[in-house]
């Protein structure tokens, strides 16, 4: 499943890409046409990321996407059309398209390929989501209802340098304390407090089993038991491993640097690599499954 990083680049792509545009939207598969309705014509004022969800706001009607396992946006256009040519889950790359355009000096979009569930065009090429596990079109009101519900992200805490506007009740300079807050009142394993969007928003099963890791915490250990030097240590080893991840546009937790003893191609510390000796402390790297989900750790050295 993408991870916070991924949508944080994905808002940013739209935010160049489309925002202050006039853009057209469709729904060529269907399950979205009323809601590309309401959307198309129409200019996007500013595209955002909270944790998995992207945001797009057009006055007072929000346009909601959350990827979940499945889902991802490809883009394709002319050379003013610029950046990854797909984000979210893997795909299968395709040539840049031959530009044709129509009168208006639009590119013409190539046919729609499998379930397009929403395609946005602007004068330089188009976006096509597919597979997404939400997208809807809100009202203001129920876009403040979805994200009083989400947990501080570590992401927005530079972004949100812009004047705390539009009921942001969450996820500037205070996410660290709103995230402490949230985990002092869990019993619940921290490995799985991590995954609750509602306690932190973005993290997904990489990062949860690379930041405990590299913190020393053992996964087992209950949300309100950890101190509060953990919590700081942990929320600011999270925002450097997001903040990498949107840089380099993959999770890279295990540095080249750490890495070269090793494999220099390997790029996780614990996550997958069970079975092995752990690059820290020698002993055999565990999986299991927790809420469904498997957690990757070190029983020699995280506790
Ligand atoms: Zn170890």
């Avoid at 595209?47 to 346009?63: N, S, T």
């Avoid at 050379?79 to 795909?91: I, K, N, Q, S």
């Avoid at 208006?104 to 597919?130: N, Q």
């Avoid at 996780?268 to 790297?285: D, E, I, N, S």
Wanted: charge should be positive; glycine fraction near 10%; hydrophobic fraction near 40%.
């Amino acid at each position: 499943m993408p991870e916070g990083h991924t949508l944080h680049r994905l808002a940013a792509q739209i935010e160049d890409l489309f925002v202050g545009r006039l853009w057209r939207v469709s729904s060529p598969q269907g399950r979205f046409a009323a809601g590309a309705g309401r959307l198309d014509g129409r200019v996007p004022q500013r595209a955002e990321a909270w944790g998995k969800q992207l945001f797009v706001h057009l006055g007072a009607d929000i346009w909601q996407v959350h990827l979940g396992l499945y889902g991802a946006v490809s883009f394709r256009g002319d050379e003013h059309f610029a950046g990854a040519p797909t984000l979210g889950a893997p795909r299968a790359r395709l040539e840049p398209p031959t530009v044709r355009r129509d009168e208006d000096g639009w590119v013409i979009p190539e046919p729609p390929r499998g379930a397009v569930r929403a395609r946005l065009r602007t004068e330089h090429g188009w976006a096509d989501l597919r597979g997404p596990a939400t997208c809807a079109v809100l009202s203001v009101p129920e876009y403040e209802r979805v994200v009083a519900r989400l947990g501080p992200d570590p992401l927005r805490e530079q972004s949100d340098a812009a004047p705390p506007d539009e009921g942001r009740p969450h996820g500037g300079p205070s996410g660290l304390e709103a995230f402490a807050r949230r985990l002092a009142r869990r019993r619940i394993p921290i490995a799985q407090a991590l995954m609750d969007q509602s306690i932190i928003a973005g993290v997904g099963n990489i990062y949860r089993a690379e930041s405990l890791f590299l913190e020393r915490l053992d996964p087992s250990l209950p949300a309100a038991d950890l101190s509060a030097e953990s919590v700081a240590a942990l929320w600011r080893r999270l925002g450097v491993q997001l903040r990498d991840g949107v840089a380099e546009g993959v999770i890279r937790t295990l540095r080249p640097e750490d890495a070269s003893r090793h494999d220099p191609a390997r790029r996780h510390w614990v996550y997958q690599h069970q079975g092995t000796p752990c690059l820290r402390c020698g002993a055999v790297l565990a999986v299991r499954e927790l809420q469904g989900r498997s957690l990757y750790w070190c029983p020699g050295c995280q506790g």
